[in-house]
């Protein structure tokens, strides 16, 4: 049984990676969480909750065989890097979907780091309307954003349940200016990694390929007509992918 662990990104939930679990074959069995502020757990407030250690217990608890696939999303790929490198004995392939292992100096850290401040500000002072209208503006978002309506639909709706609060605390919690870089410790991840960015997500598709000189075993797929968001916009890409 191939058991795979999928992580969402900012403002996703479990729910996003249905699609991918429809073009896996049948003895795949994927397992999918809900991160802290998001989806089952948008609703979480204590700190302790949003701690990395709290995340990567909830990989713990999703990984119910002795090794894994582990998928990580934006976020959750950073996660998911964090959790491969605690654990490296239980995870058999590592795919990254527009991922990155953080930001490599304290400088950029703490410059990220209050931007996500103000942008978590920002969401809790003027709701989750007035924050997608300028989350959605990034360009890498806009080949989800032309996915056909009965694909869309769902996914703007299930982001637009989250809950301010919950959104805020993820963003000041595990937000990419304040989890620690693992630009480092790359080269500790001796396990198969697969890293998947679409062919308009400029940034990640950069981040890939400086990634892939430092990773042992890396395999870089630019995804053609996607965007960030490939698992959204291409399951089938990345379930051909986990084989």
């Not at 699609?19 to 609703?43: I, N, V």
């Not at 217990?57 to 065989?65: G, P, R, V």
């Not at 795919?95 to 850290?109: C, F, V």
Request: net charge neutral; charged share 25%; proline share 6%.
């Amino acid at each position: 049984m191939n058991t795979i662990v999928s992580l969402h990104g900012f403002t996703g939930d479990s729910e996003d990676f249905e699609p991918l679990r429809a073009s896996l074959p049948t003895h795949a069995r994927l397992h999918a969480p809900d991160l802290p502020g998001h989806g089952s757990r948008r609703h979480l407030r204590e700190l302790r909750d949003y701690s990395v250690e709290a995340h990567l217990a909830l990989i713990t608890e999703a990984a119910t065989t002795t090794q894994i696939t582990l998928v990580g999303y934006s976020l959750g790929g950073r996660l998911a890097l964090h959790w491969a490198l605690a654990h490296p004995e239980r995870v058999a392939r590592l795919i990254l979907i527009g991922a990155s292992p953080g930001l490599a100096t304290a400088a950029e850290r703490e410059e990220r780091r209050l931007a996500d401040a103000t942008l978590a500000d920002f969401i809790r002072t003027r709701g989750l309307d007035a924050f997608f209208k300028y989350w959605h503006n990034q360009t890498f978002f806009q080949p989800l954003l032309r996915l056909p309506e009965e694909r869309l639909r769902p996914i703007l709706e299930r982001r637009h349940r989250n809950d301010p609060e919950g959104l805020a605390l993820s963003l000041d919690n595990v937000g990419t200016g304040t989890l620690p870089s693992l630009w480092s410790r790359l080269k500790e991840v001796r396990c198969p990694v697969d890293l998947v960015t679409g062919e308009h997500d400029v940034k990640f598709t950069r981040l890939a390929r400086e990634m892939g000189v430092h990773l042992p075993k890396a395999r870089h797929s630019v995804i053609e007509g996607a965007g960030h968001a490939v698992h959204l916009e291409r399951p089938g890409d990345v379930a051909m992918l986990l084989g």
